[in-house]
């Protein structure tokens, strides 16, 4: 009589009439059990969804996007719309089937232009909440060609890879946002005819991870040597979003919007033009102007633009958002046990100086800063549990702060 390690508990048959006999504590299984086991498990378990973990249905709409966007950023419809619309399409692009259709839908890698302290940058961050992909910021300041000081191009898919825990299929479908990135662009509309190795250097090189190629990455960062190893990251599925100030391209915009056309028509199409917002207008004529080479522009197909701040936009900056400047202040002291307030005209107040600075989002936090500097050095260290800031109060910490020299005119 067998024992009962030598026979399928399954299907009873011996150790001599299967292939493989698999032994447990009570009992064994036989190969072909086991496979059958597999595809009943197979077919009973609800379908895995999609290496992004999501349904179409799931994805977050544009309008979501967009929603939530509103939460943290304030204004800047343009640029909001646009930005949802190409992350969503990139999500779309990830779960595309491979039908027999032969239509594959290409990304849409965006350039987003704005003054500094317009919120280029806040938008990456806020968005890089909501993603179900790996997210990374980068700086285009410190690159440079391969061989000189600086950081290599290859340096910005190091940084995704360290966003997805070295997960490489994780990377490959992730977003890069590049920051600053009209620091990268040559002197003139004309090529260089030295070397410009943190400048036009830096956009060829640009040029195969924006179209989609494999690229060697080093794991940890700095410069490549032969006998480093590397990493192969495609980044065909990689989603590009890049922004830049590109001071000083209104004149340029101006320019071509006021030489197009002459006589009494021209003066009727002048007087519709915004003056005080000719961003609206750029096109990526503009951008090979300013010195971004005619490839690189190319790949990156949606050009926005974001609004310069008006009043009303900083006024509602320095206190809607979810985490605006007023209520993160309110939170340090808080943290301290100290009950913070602040009168209306202290905003008033700080909207005016912020204006003055003319640098955007940034300015107020700097005037805060220094209206709030003596009472955050002092009031953990005393007695006193509540502060109520009056434009008093602003007005004598901000005229002797070193802030207030700086203001420009």
């Avoid at 390690?5 to 292939?19: A, L, Y």
């Avoid at 086991?34 to 969804?49: D, G, N």
């Amino acid at each position: 009589m067998a024992k009962a390690g030598d026979i399928c508990t399954f299907c009873g048959r011996s150790s001599k009439d299967v292939n493989l006999l698999i032994n447990g504590i009570s009992g064994a299984i036989c190969d072909d059990c086991a496979r059958q086991a597999y595809e009943i498990v197979q077919e009973q378990l609800p379908k895995p969804k999609s290496s992004l973990g999501l349904d179409q249905k799931d994805l977050p709409k544009p309008e979501d996007i967009k929603r939530f966007l509103d939460q943290y950023v304030i204004g800047q419809e343009e640029a909001k719309r646009y930005l949802s619309v190409s992350v969503y399409n990139h999500y779309k692009r990830l779960l595309q089937n491979n039908d027999n259709d032969d239509v594959e839908i290409e990304k849409s890698n965006i350039i987003m232009v704005g003054a500094t302290g317009t919120g280029k940058t806040l938008l990456a961050r806020t968005i890089a909440k909501l993603l179900h992909v790996p997210f990374a910021i980068v700086d285009a300041t410190v690159l440079t060609e391969a061989g000189y000081v600086g950081e290599d191009i290859e340096s910005i898919l190091t940084r995704l890879l360290q966003a997805a825990d070295y997960d490489v299929n994780a990377a490959q479908r992730g977003i890069v946002f590049i920051d600053e990135i009209d620091k990268i662009a040559r002197k003139g509309d004309n090529p260089s005819i030295t070397r410009d190795v943190s400048g036009e250097g830096v956009q060829q090189g640009l040029l195969k991870l924006l179209e989609g190629s494999i690229v060697n990455v080093p794991p940890q960062g700095g410069r490549k040597h032969p006998e480093q190893k590397m990493i192969a990251v495609d980044t065909k599925n990689i989603l590009f979003i890049c922004g830049g100030a590109f001071d000083g391209i209104e004149k340029k915009i101006a320019s071509r919007l006021n030489t197009q056309v002459i006589g009494y028509a021209a003066k009727r199409n002048n007087a519709a033009i915004d003056k005080n917002n000719l961003l609206k207008y750029i096109t990526p004529a503009d951008l090979k102007s300013f010195g971004l080479i005619p490839e690189i522009i190319g790949r990156l197909p949606i050009l926005t633009y974001l609004d310069p701040l008006d009043r009303n936009a900083l006024r509602n900056i320095l206190t809607e958002p979810k985490n605006s400047i007023i209520k993160q202040y309110i939170k340090l002291f808080k943290m301290d046990g100290i009950t913070l307030t602040f009168d209306e005209s202290v905003y008033e107040y700080i909207v005016d100086n912020a204006l003055k600075f003319k640098l955007g989002a940034r300015g107020l936090r700097s005037i805060v800063e220094a209206i709030m500097m003596d009472a955050m050095y002092s009031m953990p260290s005393g007695n006193i549990k509540e502060l109520h800031v009056t434009v008093e109060y602003a007005k004598e910490k901000f005229e002797k702060s070193d802030v207030n020299r700086l203001q420009l005119t």
